[in-house]
């Protein structure tokens, strides 16, 4: 998803820092953005750092001059029974999807001009209780909060904080987790997602560029009206019951 929302803020005109942990993906990206025409920067980031989200923002601005927007969009699942989840899955969860983008903001801030704008993904699970995966709902429910206050310090400052709250989309995670949690049979465990949506028989995944589109105009002076939202794209999933 954030390799998508690069690709949809390069096309505009954006130059773009790609970060993320393991770095073979990384500089292949990089590698693939440049081919294409567009002005992109591998960045190595591990979100549990504090040093490596300070020295990320750091190598960006050296590189690029100026930080206009920040998309913390990575994020790791994990799910199952609480009394299966270890301090390890919570300290892992906790600190990627929720540590890590708030320390990312805080190297960021003081580089941030007036009309910047900050953009986390959170989920579905941060606005309802995703049952069998409370560690992963509580740190995106912490991020949606963490947006909303955070779009409440940084007003006078005219930055904008919004959060996407994505459902089911097809990446690597859903793959990830139908893998690893789909006792086997990764077509079934999808499958019963999709069984889940309001669309019945004609609900399928959400692409990485339907939420690209709509994080590029969230970002964009388009959306100057929005700060402090945390927006469904779920196909109407945490509409109601
Ligand atoms: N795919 C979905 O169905 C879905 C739905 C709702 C929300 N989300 C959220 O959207 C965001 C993007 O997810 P995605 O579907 O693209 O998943 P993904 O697994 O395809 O990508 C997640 C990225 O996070 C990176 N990452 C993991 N640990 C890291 C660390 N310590 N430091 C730096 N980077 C790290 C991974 O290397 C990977 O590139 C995540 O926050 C996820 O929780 C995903």
């Known amino acids: 998803m954030g390799r998508a929302i690069a690709e949809a803020l390069a096309r505009t005109g954006y130059a773009v820092a790609l970060a993320d942990l393991p770095l073979d993906p990384l500089y292949q990206g990089e590698q693939a953005f440049s081919a294409a025409g567009h002005v992109a920067c591998a960045v190595p980031l591990d979100l549990r750092s504090r040093a490596s989200c300070y020295q990320c923002v750091a190598t960006t601005m050296a590189w690029g001059g100026r930080l206009d927007v920040l998309i913390n969009a990575a994020g790791v699942w994990r799910e199952g029974a609480p009394e299966s989840m270890s301090e390890a899955d919570w300290d892992l969860v906790m600190d990627v999807n929720l540590k890590g983008p708030f320390l990312m ?5 003081p580089h941030l001009p007036e009309g910047a704008a900050i953009l986390n993904i959170a989920s579905d699970a941060g606005l309802v209780g995703n049952k069998g995966a409370s560690v992963y709902s509580a740190s995106k429910g912490g991020l949606v909060l963490l947006t909303k206050a955070l779009a409440l310090d ?4 005219r930055i904008r904080v919004n959060a996407l709250c994505p459902a089911d989309v097809a990446t690597p995670m859903i793959e990830f987790q139908a893998e690893t949690y789909g006792d086997g049979d990764p077509k079934a465990y999808k499958d019963r997602l999709l069984m889940q949506y309001p669309q019945g028989a004609a ?4 692409t990485p560029q339907e939420i690209a589109s709509f994080a590029a105009y969230l970002v964009s002076a388009e ?16 509409a109601g019951y």
């Open 223 to 238: 959306a100057s009206a929005i700060t402090g939202a945390a927006l469904p794209i779920d196909f109407g999933m945490t």
């Open 154 to 157: 940084l007003a006078p400052r």
């Open 105 to 109: 903001i805080q190297a960021a801030l």
């Open 203 to 206: 609900a399928r995944f959400i």
